[in-house]
T-cell receptor, first 113, second 111 residues
Framework: AQKVTQAQTEISVVEKEDVTLDCVYE???????LFWYKQPPSGELVFLIR??????QNEISGRYSWNFQKSTSSFNFTITASQVVDSAVYFC??????????FGAGTRLTVKP | DGGITQSPKYLFRKEGQNVTLSCEQN?????MYWYRQDPGQGLRLIYY???????QKGDIAEGYSVSREKKESFPLTVTSAQKNPTAFYLC??????????FGPGTRLTVL
């Protein structure tokens, strides 16, 4: 069975600090996909990134970066030089195929000015 | 604009009533999904559909029903059999086996 664990329930940082959100997953499949979504106070989930299990290259997109390590079953998300607009709940998710996406419980990030 | 719309944004229901939440997409996606989110928790899958006139139960389908008569539409009915329906409901769509994109959600409150 697939499972996603986000151990950090809440994180609070001051603007311009770097912050890393942890995500650990469990799956028996060799082919799977990992996702990060952002949920701002408005409630809509915003897609951030999708990685497949065969691509362990780290990815950077502006202030966002993702570290995928199959050896530790982790897919961590780092925000560099955080801003107040980054305040949201962030979800990590795992999919093994059709209609079976599993979400972690989410990490609430608060960035204070 | 292309996207996913959900209506209404807020919905109030009396106990014992059935209510239907709307979800429409114009992204030409084959698959559509319904999730429930409770405070401080992740999303749980209620139903999903990969093709018109076909759908499958997710983890928490009891007390809910869906239909998929058109590719663009996937309405969710919360029946009186759902004992604790107060939650935030999110609809998503995707191409088959691809990234899911979400609508703005409907917040349902039982009075």
């Amino acid at each position: 069975a697939q499972k996603v664990t986000q151990a950090q329930t809440e994180i609070s940082v001051v603007e311009k600090e770097d912050v890393t959100l942890d995500c650990v997953y469990e799956t028996r499949d060799t082919t799977y996909y990992l996702f990060w979504y952002k949920q701002p106070p408005s409630g809509e989930l915003v897609f951030l990134i999708r990685r497949n299990s065969f691509d362990e290259q780290n990815e950077i997109s502006g202030r966002y970066s993702w570290n995928f390590q199959k050896s530790t079953s982790s897919f961590n998300f780092t925000i560099t030089a955080s801003q107040v607009v980054d305040s949201a709940v962030y979800f990590c998710a795992l999919s093994e195929g059709l209609g079976d996406m599993r979400f972690g419980a989410g990490t609430r990030l608060t960035v204070k000015p | 604009d292309g996207g996913i719309t959900q209506s209404p944004k807020y919905l109030f229901r009396k106990e014992g009533q059935n209510v239907t939440l709307s979800c429409e997409q114009n992204l030409n996606h084959d698959a559509m999904y319904w999730y429930r989110q409770d405070p401080g928790q992740g999303l749980r899958l209620i139903y999903y559909s990969q093709i018109v006139n076909d759908f499958q139960k997710g983890d928490i389908a009891e007390g809910y029903s869906v239909s998929r008569e058109k590719k663009e539409s996937f309405p969710l009915t919360v029946t009186s059999a759902q004992k604790n329906p107060t939650a935030f409901y999110l609809c998503a769509s995707s191409p088959i086996s691809d990234t899911q994109y979400f609508g703005p959600g409907t917040r349902l409150t039982v009075l």
